[in-house]
């Protein structure tokens, strides 16, 4: 099991930029799938972005397309969550997720709040 910790939530004016930081600690394997889900007030948690790791393939939700890019640093075990032209409707607690054989980790979440 590894241990998954988000950080750089916050509170930005409409078309402001965050980036978000999650690192994984534990028996890591620099070969499994990091990513982002995000869940609203009242809405069901909902994919954002993930990064493989052998290849660092990067697959997005339509609904960040071209504002938000993950990327990963495998020496600090950290994916990264870039996110620009930030608007309300990305207001929502992110978690960060690691993939591995034994399953899916989670983070305890960041609250990202975007006024207009």
């Known amino acids: 099991q590894l241990q998954v910790v988000e950080s750089g939530g916050g509170l930005v004016h409409s078309g402001g930029s965050l980036r978000l930081s999650c690192a994984a600690s534990?028996?890591?394997?620099?070969?499994?799938?990091m990513g982002w889900f995000r869940q609203a007030p009242g809405k069901e948690r909902e994919f954002v972005a993930s990064?493989?790791?052998?290849?660092?393939?990067?697959f997005y939700a339509d609904s960040v397309k071209g504002r938000f890019t993950i990327s990963r640093d495998n020496a600090k075990d950290t994916v990264y969550l870039q996110m620009n032209s930030l608007k309300p409707e990305d207001t929502a607690v992110y978690y960060c997720y690691a993939d591995q054989a034994a399953g899916r980790d989670w983070g305890q979440g960041t609250q990202v709040t975007v006024s207009s």
């Open positions: 534990g028996r890591t394997n620099r070969k499994y799938v």
């Open positions: 990064i493989s790791g052998s290849y660092g393939v990067t």
